[in-house]
């Protein structure tokens, strides 16, 4: 028996296949994941993400709190609700976890951490926060539900009244803000349009069920990953861990060496690693028949490397991964796949973005 | 519910068995298994002249969550793999008795009868598993 969101019951009687995720019991599937991939990318799906860890940072420097403690530059955030997708470094460049960080206002910034990675990034935080007098609180009190895919947003309004339905539609992208009890964010993990949106967790079931009956289709874990990867987004645990740093994971551009003056937890190993790279993180493109997988070992004209994410992609009805390989591999490489080479193109991720390949087959 | 068709034999690893005349089988996976797998996407079958050992791997199905080995319920030769799934692998979910088969098998004369449950004693061991 694992931990269970507000909506476990609503799974169930969706006829949801459970897994444990992460000592939480989630939905897999509803049926089938491919449709619900499909549903995503051709029309509006809705997934239940309450595991994922809301906390609310609070006190008068929390900016400065933040601008050492995350790669990414809360400096950018210039307008309240606007967020920022960054890495948590420890100090030698080693990935705690990657997250969205909102700046609300000058006291208070909101952060939406992965459900896995929870106690050790509260442990990390509070430790380091307590010498800029910053306040954590975690809302356990939230729900959190994605609605993803091109009507998504248009059929998450439909909800509201008027007035909030103009300003909902309004958001901009990677925007946030609060509307009555709910904190929307145009913001999700699909590479479609939508919104993400914490709200208190009594009410989940009733928005979910109010969704639904605007046409939005359940989807799982199943779809939740092949969207992202297809989108060429990150996982964490899979393409991101401690291990490694955010230059060798596909995530160089989330870390703001400029200016050159501010000090951030991890700087000095990702000014080192700058200077001499060894390894990127690139997409895979499988030419022969079969599936990459996490863990395969890739085969480059300039050394080995591995596959950290795999899987069959819906959209491009091919195999695709994310990989990482030496520095500079490109052209085709050479993937093992139970004891047989198979052919795999370095490609440039994303795969597939609202809706559409954006790699040539 | 899972479909478990009652002319059939099975297997513990939950692959059933279809006979055919002239000593051969025909087999595939269950209801049951291809509703645990999820959507399959690839199926890597052996080619027609492979001589097969019962219960060692000898096929592949892939859903798009894992890869899963399928086990040769008898000793014999492949006749026939089924050349449909190269391009429609969503035939085992559809149909896992019918359009969804897997490999034909001629099976080796002169030896021991290969040990397969009845659907009776595949429904208990569904049962049993549930538990």
Known sequence: MGLKTPLYDTHVREGAKIVDFGGWDMPLHYGSQIDEHHAVRADAGLFDVSHMAVLDLGGARVRECLRFLLANDVAKLKTPGKGLYSCLLRDDGGVIDDLIVYFMNESWFRMIVNAGTRAKDLAWLVAKAAAFGVSIRERRDLAMLAVQGPNARAKTASLLPAPQRDAVLALGPFVAAEFGTWFLARTGYTGEDGFEIALPAGDAAAVWTALRAAGVR????????TLRLEAGLSLYGNDLDEKHDPLSSGVAWTVA???????????????????????ELVGLLLEDRGVLRSHQSVMTALGPGEITSGTFSPTLNRSIALARVPAGAQGVVQVEIRGKLLAARVVKPPFVRHGKPLISM | MSDIPSELQYTKSHEWVRSLPGNRVEVGITDHAQAALGDLVFVEVPEAGRRLTAGAACAVVESVKAASDI??????????????????????NQAPYAGGWLIRIEIDSGGAAPQLLDAAEYARLLADEAQ
């Open chain 1, 257 to 279: 060496f400029e200016p050159a003056e501010r000090q951030f937890i991890g700087r000095g190993a990702l000014e080192r690693v700058r200077a001499a790279p060894r390894f």
């Open chain 2, 71 to 92: 086990y040769s319920p008898v000793n014999g030769t492949v006749v026939e793999s089924n050349a449909a799934l190269a391009s429609s692998p969503e035939l085992v």
């Open chain 1, 218 to 225: 359940p989807a799982g874990l199943g779809a939740r990953d």
